[in-house]
Nanobody, 121 residues
Framework: QVHLVESGGGSVQPGGSLRLSCAAS????????MGWYRQAPGKQRELVAR???????TYEDSVKGRFTISRDNAENTVYLQMNTLEAEDTAVYYC???????????????WGQGTQVTVSS
């Protein structure tokens, strides 16, 4: 089995920073794209940032210039550095990864359990 374990959420004042981490463990053979999604109360889950295995990145417009996604392939870990946080960034953040598991031929999506980020004064 494969598991994604997130850490780094919490509460911060507007303008502050947080760093989220997500580590994949278990019977991982290959990790393709990794990303972060978020879901605010009453809203649909949305893509925040995504990074391919080659390091190409994509960001949701509202976080461009404030958030940075990166990954450590040796550690099977993806990070999200969030700076200049705004109240509108408040949401549950979910890690996502496209992973091929041992004894399978095709990759599939895996999700973390979610971590709460609250931005409030």
């Amino acid at each position: 089995q494969v598991h994604l374990v997130e850490s780094g959420g919490g509460s911060v004042q507007p303008g502050g920073s947080l760093r989220l981490s997500c580590a994949a463990s278990g019977s991982v053979v290959s990790i393709y794209a990794m990303g972060w999604y978020r879901q605010a109360p009453g809203k649909q889950r949305e893509l925040v940032a995504r990074i391919t295995s080659g390091g190409s990145t994509t960001y949701e417009d509202s976080v461009k210039g404030r958030f940075t996604i990166s990954r450590d392939n040796a550690e099977n870990t993806v990070y999200l550095q969030m700076n200049t946080l705004e109240a509108e960034d408040t949401a549950v953040y979910y890690c996502n990864a496209l992973i091929r598991e041992l004894y399978t031929t095709s990759p599939r999506d895996y999700w973390g359990q979610g971590t709460q980020v609250t931005v409030s004064s």
